[in-house]
């Protein structure tokens, strides 16, 4: 079984910044693109970042300039550090990562279970 496990989430005030964690865990062959999604309340999951395997890195409008994906692909980790906070980032961000769990396996994609990040004076 793979496990995605977030960390990093809390209230934060505007301007204030934030760093997100994700790491995978369990039978894993290769990891390939990850990435951050968040869903606020009455709204649809949107893309936050996304970076591939090999460091391209792809942003939502609202949030470049300000938010920065990176990861450690040793350990299957990917990073969110998030500037410049506003309450219309306010949501509950969630990790997601393409995985193949055997050489001969296919890729599918997992989810973590999700970290509220709450940006309010």
């Known amino acids: 079984q793979v496990q995605l496990v977030e960390s990093g989430g809390g209230l934060v005030q505007p301007g204030g910044s934030l760093r997100l964690s994700c790491a995978a865990s369990?039978?894993?062959?290769?990891?390939?693109?990850m990435g951050w999604y968040r869903q606020a309340p009455g709204k649809q999951r949107e893309m936050v970042a996304v970076?591939?395997?090999?460091?391209?890195?792809n942003y939502a409008d609202s949030v470049k300039g300000r938010f920065t994906i990176s990861r450690d692909n040793g350990k299957n980790t990917v990073y969110l550090q998030m500037n410049s906070l506003k309450p219309e980032d306010t949501a509950v961000y969630y990790c997601?990562?393409?995985?193949?769990?055997?050489?001969?396996?296919?890729?599918?994609?997992?989810w973590g279970q999700g970290t509220q990040v709450t940006v309010s004076s």
């Open positions: 997601n990562a393409a995985i193949k769990r055997y050489s001969w396996s296919s890729e599918r994609d997992y």
């Open positions: 970076i591939t395997s090999g460091g391209t890195t």
């Open positions: 369990g039978i894993i062959f290769s990891t390939n693109a």
